[in-house]
Nanobody, 133 residues
Framework: RVELVESGGGSVQTGDSLRLSCVHS??????????VAWFTQAPGKERKGLPA????????TYDSSVKGRFIISQDNTENTVYLQMNSLAPEDSAVYYCAAAKTPLLKRGGYKLTLSPSDYTDWGQGTQVLVSS
């Protein structure tokens, strides 16, 4: 099991920015190969994957709803995955989770990474984001 802890949520106004952090355990070990993704869960809404990143390479996949606004990145020396969120709108309000999925070793970049919640097995506790108009 991988431990993940999110932080950085809060209450902001439309157009503001936030940076979320996900500190994890063990993903950057040479023996490990994982995807890390950010998901949203809003009341009455389906859980939705926004971006995913490969822990050992350059492959990144964005959902169309956030491409151009949100940026996922990682600092493997700090065991942290970040989500930079810009141009926030009320519809972005949700609990944000990071999650990990073990994957076979990817030998090149450019893969389309899964954003399906069912493919992820290890989840953080979530951090709340509220965007007011």
């Amino acid at each position: 099991r991988v431990e993940l802890v999110e932080s950085g949520g809060g209450s902001v106004q439309t157009g503001d920015s936030l940076r979320l952090s996900c500190v994890h355990s063990g993903l950057t070990s040479p023996s490990n190969s994982y995807l890390v993704a950010w998901f949203t869960q809003a009341p009455g809404k389906e859980r939705k994957g926004l971006p995913a990143i490969y822990s050992r390479g350059t492959s990144i996949t964005y959902d169309s709803s956030v491409k151009g606004r949100f940026i996922i990145s990682q600092d493997n020396t700090e065991n942290t995955v970040y989500l930079q969120m810009n141009s926030l709108a009320p519809e972005d309000s949700a609990v944000y989770y990071c999650a990990a999925a073990k994957t076979p070793l990817l030998k090149r970049g450019g893969y389309k990474l899964t954003l399906s919640p069912s493919d992820y097995t290890d989840w953080g506790q979530g951090t709340q984001v509220l965007v007011s108009s």
